[in-house]
C-alpha cells in the first residue's frame, strides 16, 4: 500500500511567492525561542512591539462589545465610526482634511500597506526605498511584481534621505516612493522640510509616495509632522497608520489608510477578496483608542525617550560600537563595523548569531535591513532588562 505521503504530488510554489523571504526579524524570533524551551535564559531584545499592555479602556470597549453582539460582518473598510475616528485624529493632530471616501481601516498597517502597494504598483514599477528600510517593504513590492530602487541613506547625518537623493534615481519608470518616518529599523526622523520637498519633487513628476506611519506618535524630535497635511499633493499620497505601536496594541491587527479616494476604492475591492474588514469588535477597541485620552500615548513616549537615552549610554561605553542617535521610534541601529573581523565574526548576521548563542541576547542582524555594518537593538522592553542586555553586549564584545 503507499503511504500518504508517497501519494502527495511534489509542491511547485507560486512564482510570485517564490520572490519573497520570510521576514528576517521572525527567523531571530523563533531561533530565540528554541533557545528558550531548552531552558536558556534568553535577554530578548529583537522584537518590534511595545513592552506595555494595551490600555484598560480600550480592552473595555472589545469586552462590551463582544457581550453587546456586535461580532457580526461590518462595511469592508471599517464600520462609519471607526472611520471618522481615524480622520479626526489625524486632523486634530497634523492638521490633515480627509473625507469618508478617502479612509479605510485594514488587519493591522502591514495589511494596508500591502494593499496599497498591490494596488499602485505593477510588474516592472520601480519602487525607490531607503536604506534601511524595514523588513517587509522590500518584500511586499516584489510580490506586486515591483523592483525597488534602494536610496543609501546618509548615516552620518542620522540616516537623512533628501528629495535631491530621491531624485537621483528617479527614471521614467518609477512608479512610488516608500518613506517610513520615524523609520524601523534606524529610528531616524526625516524633518518636515526634506518630507515636503520629497513629496513636491514626487507631485510633479507623477510618483506616489507612501508614507509609513506607524511610529509617528513615537517621534521624539518635538517637530510630529504628517504629509497628510500637505493638502496641495494629496493626490499623490497614501499614508498608512497603524494603532500596534501607538496604544501597544499589536496583537489586535488593527491599521489604516488615508489616500484619495479612487485608491481607497481599490484597496478595499482587493481586501474585500481576501480579509473582508478588520474584526468587529477591535474596530470598536480602535473607536476608543482613538477618540479618548490620549495621555496613555505621552506616558509611554516619555518612558521610551529614558530608555532611549539609557541604551545609547550604555553603547557609548561599549568600544567598537558607534550608534546614531535615533529621533523616534523604539530601535537602535548600532554600527558594528568596527567589531567585523575580530574573533571570526565577518558579518552582522555572524555577531547576532554568535551573540545569540553564546552570550543568549537576541538582536537582529542588519542584513534583513538592507545594511551589512549594524544590528537593531529594541529598547521597548523593562529597564532591567536593558541593563542585562546591555551587560551580555560588552562581555560578547569584549570576548571577539
Ligand atoms: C515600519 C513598520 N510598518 C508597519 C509595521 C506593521 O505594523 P502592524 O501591522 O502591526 O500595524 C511595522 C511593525 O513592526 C513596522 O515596523
Redesign the pocket.
Known amino acids: 500500500m503507499t503511504s500518504v505521503t508517497e501519494a502527495l504530488p511534489a509542491l511547485k510554489i507560486s512564482e510570485r511567492l517564490d520572490r519573497i523571504e520570510v521576514s528576517a526579524?521572525m527567523a531571530v524570533v523563533a531561533e530565540a525561542e528554541k533557545l528558550r524551551q531548552s531552558g536558556v535564559d534568553v535577554v530578548d531584545l529583537s522584537l518590534?512591539?511595545p513592552h506595555f499592555s494595551t490600555p484598560q479602556h480600550v480592552k473595555d470597549a472589545a469586552i462590551a462589545a463582544i457581550n453587546g453582539n456586535f461580532t457580526k460582518y461590518t462595511a469592508i473598510g471599517g464600520i462609519l465610526e471607526l472611520r471618522d475616528a481615524i480622520i479626526s485624529r489625524h486632523t486634530r493632530d497634523f492638521g490633515s482634511a480627509y473625507k469618508r471616501d478617502e479612509v479605510m481601516a485594514s488587519?493591522?498597517?502591514?495589511?494596508?500597506?500591502f494593499n496599497a502597494v498591490q494596488v499602485l504598483v505593477d510588474h516592472g514599477d520601480e519602487v525607490i526605498l531607503p536604506v534601511p528600510y524595514?523588513v517587509?517593504?522590500k518584500d511586499i513590492v516584489r510580490y506586486a511584481g515591483g523592483t525597488c530602487v534602494m536610496l543609501q541613506s546618509d548615516e552620518a547625518a542620522g540616516f537623512r534621505v533628501t528629495a535631491d537623493m530621491v531624485a537621483g534615481l528617479v527614471t521614467p519608470r518609477t512608479k512610488l516612493i516608500i518613506l517610513?518616518s520615524p523609520?524601523?529599523?534606524s529610528g531616524a526622523v526625516m524633518s518636515p522640510q526634506d518630507l515636503t520637498e520629497v513629496v513636491r519633487l514626487a507631485a510633479e513628476r507623477g510618483i506616489w509616495v507612501l508614507s509609513?506611519e506607524?511610529?509617528v506618535y513615537l517621534n521624539y524630535s518635538g517637530r510630529s509632522f504628517s504629509i497628510g497635511a500637505l493638502n496641495d499633493h494629496r493626490q499623490r499620497i497614501v499614508v498608512?497608520?497603524?494603532?500596534?505601536?501607538t496604544y501597544a496594541?499589536?496583537g489586535w491587527?488593527?491599521?489604516y489608510a488615508l489616500a484619495p479616494a479612487p485608491v481607497i476604492s481599490a484597496m478595499a475591492k482587493l481586501q474585500s477578496q481576501a480579509t473582508s474588514s478588520p474584526p468587529a469588535m477591535v474596530q470598536k477597541a480602535a473607536v476608543a483608542a482613538l477618540n479618548g485620552p490620549q495621555d496613555c500615548v505621552a506616558d509611554m513616549k516619555k518612558e521610551y525617550i529614558r530608555l532611549r537615552d539609557q541604551i545609547l549610554a550604555g553603547l557609548a561605553t561599549i568600544p567598537g560600537i558607534k550608534c546614531s542617535r535615533p529621533e523616534g521610534?523604539f530601535y537602535v541601529y548600532p554600527n558594528i563595523s568596527g567589531l567585523l573581523g575580530r574573533g571570526g565574526v565577518n558579518t552582522p548576521a555572524e555577531f547576532a548569531k554568535r551573540l545569540l548563542h553564546e552570550a543568549h541576547l537576541a538582536t537582529v542582524p542588519g542584513e534583513g535591513f538592507g545594511t551589512h555594518e549594524h544590528v537593531r537593538i529594541s529598547y521597548a522592553t523593562r529597564q532591567s532588562e536593558l541593563d542585562r542586555g546591555i551587560e551580555r553586549l560588552r562581555s560578547f564584545v569584549s570576548s571577539l
Do not use: I
Request: charged share 15%; proline share 3%; with cysteine.
Open positions: 526579524t518590534g512591539e488587519v493591522g498597517g502591514k495589511h494596508a500597506l524595514w517587509s517593504f517610513n523609520g524601523n529599523p509609513d506607524c511610529y498608512v497608520g497603524s494603532l500596534s505601536k496594541m499589536t491587527r488593527m491599521g521610534a
